[in-house]
């Protein structure tokens, strides 16, 4: 399903690149929204959270009867997601949200590495210490309010890697991570209620790292904080999975 992500992820950027998603933004704007749309989300966002749990089957006339809408909206969000990897279509057997499986899990891990990694070097020398300062108050005052493994502190986690590339100033690449970044979410609640609490440490001080080298506007140092940060996230999931 990855590669099938990852060819969604590239035609997004010709569509940027030629200035049609823009356009077509602007005119969703100026009407209300659409049934796929409302259907998209819903089904999207119990994916995310695993109310929809990898290999349950989505069957449309059950979908069209619980949402209160017809077949075709249905259909087009299916067809939708199944474009950006949450839903396998099988011939015969109908649709599936799409199974999580360790190379799904290293080749979103080999994405990120690869555009954090690059990104961060880059984006260091175009922070605002006091901005980083704040970024770090707020994720330090989290992990004070959820003192123990939570959805809120790893929110805050993403919150970090998301101002990364926020503060490297490209909104095309920004818009490409959040997509990557729904994978990202959709990986870690799935697994998390085989998470523990030493892991959780782990990362918070790795998050620390990672922000304390942006201040410093550090690009070796926070460089090597992201590479460590990821690999050690990706070992501890081939360890529970």
């Known amino acids: 399903m990855l590669a099938i992500f990852l060819k969604y ?3 997004i950027f010709l569509i940027y690149l030629f200035g049609l998603e823009k356009k077509g933004l602007k005119r969703m704007k100026n009407r209300s929204k659409s049934k796929k749309a409302i259907v998209y989300e819903n089904l999207k966002s119990r994916i995310l959270s695993n109310s929809l749990k990898p290999g349950e089957p989505l069957n449309e006339g059950i979908l069209s009867e619980e949402l209160k809408i017809s077949k075709t909206p249905i259909r087009e969000a299916l067809q939708q997601l199944e474009k950006e990897g949450f839903i396998e279509n099988i011939p015969g057997k109908g649709a599936f949200v799409s199974l999580i499986s ?3 899990i290293r080749e979103i891990f080999e994405i990120r590495e690869i555009l954090e990694c690059a990104v961060i070097r880059h984006a260091v020398t175009k922070v605002n210490p006091e901005k980083v300062e704040g970024i770090r108050n707020k ?12 959805a809120g502190h790893f929110k805050a986690g993403d919150e970090v890697h998301t101002f ?5 100033g ?4 920004t818009e490409i991570y959040r997509r990557l970044q729904d994978h990202i979410v959709r990986n870690r609640i799935h697994f998390f209620n085989q998470s523990h609490p030493d892991r959780s440490e782990e990362s918070f001080r790795e998050h620390l790292e990672i922000l304390e080298a942006l201040k410093a506007q550090n690009p070796v140092r926070a460089e090597e904080a992201v590479r460590k940060h990821l690999q050690n996230s990706l070992e ?3 360890r529970i999975m």
């Not at 990364?164 to 490297?168: R, V």
């Open 102 to 104: 360790i190379q799904d």
């Open 170 to 173: 490209n909104n095309r690449l």
């Open 236 to 238: 501890y999931l081939k």
């Open 139 to 150: 994720f330090i005052s989290s992990e004070s309010v959820n003192k123990r493994v939570s």
């Open 164 to 168: 990364i590339f926020e503060a490297f």
């Open 9 to 11: 992820i590239y035609n």
